[in-house]
Structure formats: structure tokens, C-alpha cells
């Protein structure tokens, strides 16, 4: 079946503008994941969403930083006020279940701000 | 916290050759533990995975791990490297049991595989 989407592929930005990434979750899959690709920091886990329960948002970089999923299935990354540090790939991934099962990735948004 | 230790940034194998990339891991009881492969513009896909049972695990493309608890280590494997295999290389592990919260995966910062013709 289908695997997890990511869009937009690649985005370029302005310093300070918003924007947002988004993600469809493998169909059925209740958990769902954001993490951050950067060459100085490797991969970091941003936040998760099980189901249509609020997510721990304490693995975000900063206040600019939202995410939202709506109806238990897409997902949507909304950076606001961009930096430069910001760029990175952002990937997405879901499992059926949360907790231990395995997570499935999408091919990533990679964000330049210039 | 839990944390994950890839020693070898870049790894240089020959094409037919046996392969090792070593992964360390710092947690005070067994993690779930994966291995994921990046190829260039390429999203994470996983190789193989260890839950709790055979500390052998075998993975996808011909790979395969071996958990050792007194090591806390997780050695990925693979008998005779192809050249396609060259990509980034993850371990990872999931603190985050079942019916529990979701810590999400915690990465080590990768392996690079280059493949000599």
C-alpha cells in the first residue's frame, strides 16, 4: 500500500516568513511522528501524536514551532518567523500503534531559509 | 536519558567484502533497537529491528544484527557488500514500550558506507 507522504519536496523561504509541512500518515496508522535531519545535529525527535490526543509538545526547538493533526490522521509542521537555522530536512513517520512498534518514514521536506 | 553511539563516521569496504558498523547504546534497561538506511535524497528505511527473543536478527537486502546485552551493542553485519549499499547508516532505539508514551526514536549520528569497486 502506500507509504508516508511528505509535501511540499523541498521549500526555500525567506527569513521570517511562516511556513508550513505537511504529512499523510500510512492509512490506519494511529501514531505519528516528527523529526529534524540537520548536518549539526543529526536527527532529533520533535513531537508525537497518538490518535486525536494532545501531543507532548516538549521536543520542540522553540515556541515557533506548532504542529497539529487533524481528524487522527494528517499532519501539519508550521514553523513560524523562520532562521536560518531552521533548515533541515524535516521527516514524518507513523506506526500502527505507538510505543515500541515500528516507525515508518516519509521521504522528508528539506527547508532552506535564506 | 537515553543516548546512541555509532563510533565510525565513515566506513570504507571494498565490493564483495564483509561489512560491520558498530552501534552503542546508554540505557538503564534493553530498548527496542533498530538499524535504518538512508540513501541521497532518500527518506529512512528500515533493515531490521529487535524487540526481545534470538539476539540474531535477520533484516532485509542480507543484513543482520547482533544484541549484546553485556555490550549494550548492536552490531549490524552483512557477509559481502554490494555496491548499491552504499548509503548513511542509523541505529536507533525506542525507550517507549507498548501502551506506554512515545518518546519517539533516539538516532545515532550515522555511519557513512562507501563501496571500492
Known amino acids: 500500500g502506500a507509504g508516508v507522504s511528505q509535501s511540499p519536496s523541498n521549500k526555500v523561504t525567506e527569513k521570517g516568513k511562516d511556513v508550513e509541512l505537511r504529512c499523510d500518515p500510512i492509512?490506519?496508522?494511529?501514531?505519528l511522528y516528527w523529526y529534524r535531519q540537520s548536518l549539526g545535529q543529526g536527527l532529533e525527535f520533535l513531537i508525537y501524536?497518538?490518535?486525536?490526543?494532545?501531543?507532548?509538545k516538549s521536543g520542540l526547538p522553540s515556541d515557533r514551532f506548532s504542529a497539529e493533526r487533524t481528524g487522527g490522521s494528517v499532519s501539519t509542521l508550521t514553523i513560524q518567523r523562520t532562521q536560518q537555522e531552521d533548515s533541515a530536512v524535516y521527516l514524518c513517520a507513523s506506526s500502527y500503534l505507538g510505543g515500541g512498534e515500528t516507525q515508518y518514514f516519509g521521504p522528508g521536506t528539506r527547508l532552506l531559509v535564506l | 536519558a537515553q543516548s546512541v553511539t555509532q563510533p565510525d563516521i565513515h566506513i570504507t569496504v571494498s565490493e564483495g567484502a564483509s561489512l560491520e558498523l558498530r552501534c552503542n547504546y546508554s540505557y538503564g534497561a534493553t530498548p527496542y533497537l533498530f538499524w535504518y538506511v538512508q540513501s541521497p535524497g532518500q527518506g529512512l528505511q528500515l533493515l531490521l529491528k529487535y524487540f526481545s527473543g534470538d539476539t540474531l536478527v535477520q533484516g532485509i537486502k542480507g543484513f543482520e544484527a547482533e544484541f549484546k546485552r553485556s555490550q549494550s551493542s548492536f552490531n549490524l553485519r552483512k557477509p559481502s557488500v554490494h555496491w548499491s549499499d552504499a548509503a548513511e547508516y542509523f541505529c536507533?532505539?525506542?525507550?517507549?514500550?507498548?501502551?506506554?508514551?512515545?518518546?519517539?526514536?533516539?538516532f545515532g549520528k550515522g555511519t557513512h558506507l562507501i563501496i571500492q569497486p
Open positions: 501524536f497518538q490518535g486525536n490526543s494532545a501531543p507532548d
Open positions: 492509512s490506519g496508522h494511529t501514531a
Open positions: 536507533a532505539v525506542d525507550t517507549s514500550y507498548s501502551g506506554g508514551g512515545a518518546d519517539g526514536l533516539t
